[in-house]
């Protein structure tokens, strides 16, 4: 399932870097250029923490003002069982409540607790390194070792994939070549024993494989495994490893022509012969949340797993997650998180949780600054750019958030700037019965909060 092709048309919710506050980061990934124009910025501490004093407040309280209702909007049958919250940014009011503290399914939005975990806990300024080794005790065999990129590319020099600037297998063959000399290559080894456990989430559906949405989670594979690596949804296997293989091979050449592919791991006392380095994480994250890439987030789910001293596996994210956003000091309580990229259906974080995730993004706290500038913006670009048309155009340009959709529902989150000045943050859950017209709902519900502005009633 994507958030962009021809049934749903738009994107679905398909060395350690320092923790360095950059202020605003312009990062272009895959054609997209991220301004971030309209948001403020902080240029204080690099660790995003929430405290008493910015926490929200348990209940919306009653002003003479609040008389702006949405009542209408959120009675909407077409949202199914409605979960959503807004708060005032700056004041911390909750400013509207539909059963905002229960956690429930967060479809893709589950990807901001992703970035966050990963930029927290991994840096923005991290790399993946695949290297190529050389077994001393066989001069002929060499050993392809993953480190969890996914980026890693067979397209040709001078050719982009869909991961923009990526590494390529063609590098690695030459620097390979060069090393070996006159040695013929006798074997290849194909190591991905760097992630523990299954390589998929047992609640996913495997269309999200045959469709294109998703590929199976191996410490080792190229272009996403994607059949096609400049397309964004593109068919995937269920070999992503003997594919990586193949096309290493290829890349190799004459010098490989008669050299076996096996899947095995590296011997001891191997000598490194080159490597190549992925792209900064940070451009992970604004693709990933630009056009939310199931893929991107489901390996940066595992290198933070592996980062806080996990094994990298689908049952060590939820746990490690919570150790790299402890920082924060939001309250945890009750959330599950059963993959990075929110395909499964038996994620639970509660509404009110991702929107005071969000206020910390708003105030571009620290490494937070990086997801402020990756978020969609209404009607104009990623995600939300056919979004907010029609009767909703007045909020184009004025929402920035990361939408979500499975089977069973359609979320949105992020940050609105009102019409009337007013910064809030929210999040809205329809779960259950519903359809592709419920994206358009939930846009109502939200050009609502963005007209009402401070005004905004909880009736």
């Known amino acids: 399932m994507s958030e962009s092709n021809g049934r ?3 994107w679905k919710d398909a060395a350690k870097g320092a923790l360095i506050g950059a202020g605003v980061l312009a990062l272009i990934i895959g054609g997209f250029s991220i301004s971030g124009a309209g948001l403020p910025t902080n240029n ?58 229960a956690p429930a399914a967060t479809a893709s939005t589950m990807k901001t607790l992703t970035a966050a975990a990963a930029l927290l806990s991994l840096g923005p300024n991290y790399r993946v390194e695949t290297r190529v080794y050389q077994d001393p005790t066989d001069p002929g065999t ?17 050719k982009q994939s869909i991961y923009r600037d990526a590494p390529k297998l063609s590098t690695l063959a030459l620097n390979v070549n060069k090393k070996m000399g006159s040695t013929p290559i006798t074997n290849i080894i194909l ?16 269309s999200e494989l045959t469709q294109g949405y998703m590929s199976e989670v191996t410490a ?7 059949l096609n690596p400049t397309a964004e949804t593109s068919q995937r296997t269920t070999s992503p490893v003997q594919n990586a293989g193949k096309w290493f091979k290829q890349a190799l050449g004459a010098s490989a022509a008669s050299a076996t592919v096996t899947v095995g791991t590296m011997p001891s ?50 746990a490690a997650f919570k150790s790299a956003l402890k920082p924060t000091n939001l309250d945890a309580t009750g959330v599950v998180i059963k993959d990075g990229s929110g395909l499964s259906d038996f994620n639970a974080v509660s509404p009110n949780y991702m929107a005071q995730l969000y206020k910390l993004v708003y105030e571009a706290q620290g490494v937070f600054s990086t997801i402020k500038q990756t978020l969609p913006v209404s009607g104009e670009s990623g995600s939300l750019a056919s979004r907010f048309k029609g009767d909703n155009l007045d909020a ?21 700037e009102a019409k009337d000045g007013t910064s809030m943050v929210f999040a809205v859950y329809a779960l259950g019965n519903v359809s592709d017209a419920t994206k358009t709902a939930i846009d109502n519900l939200v050009t609502g909060f963005y007209r009402c502005g401070a005004t905004l009633s909880n009736e």
């Not at 923490?49 to 008389?67: F, L």
């Not at 060499?142 to 001078?158: F, H, K």
């Not at 693709?287 to 806080?308: G, I, P, W």
């Not at 184009?396 to 609105?416: C, F, V």
């Open 142 to 158: 060499i050993i392809l070792v993953g480190a969890g990129d996914p980026t890693l590319s067979r397209t040709a020099v001078g």
């Open 44 to 101: 204080g501490s690099n660790t995003p923490t929430a405290t008493s004093s910015n926490s929200a407040s348990p209940s919306p309280s009653s002003t003479s003002v609040r008389t702006c209702s949405v009542a209408t909007q959120a009675a909407d049958t077409k949202l199914g069982n409605l979960s959503a919250v807004v708060i005032d940014a700056k004041t911390n009011e909750v400013l509207f409540d539909r059963n905002a503290s």
């Open 396 to 416: 184009t340009g004025h929402i920035y958030a990361k939408t979500g959709w499975i089977k069973r529902g359609y979320t949105l989150a992020g940050i609105i």
């Open 8 to 10: 749903f048309g738009y």
């Open 191 to 206: 190591d991905s024993t760097l992630f523990a456990g299954p390589t998929w989430e047992s609640s996913w559906e495997r």
């Open 269 to 318: 006392g191997a000598t490194q012969l080159t490597s190549v380095s992925s792209q900064p994480v940070s451009k992970w994250i604004t693709h990933m949340m630009q056009v939310s890439d199931n893929t991107e987030a489901e390996f940066l789910a595992r290198l933070v797993s592996l980062d806080q001293g996990f094994d990298g596996s689908f049952s060590s994210i939820n």
């Open 220 to 226: 080792l594979q190229v272009d996403g495994d994607r």
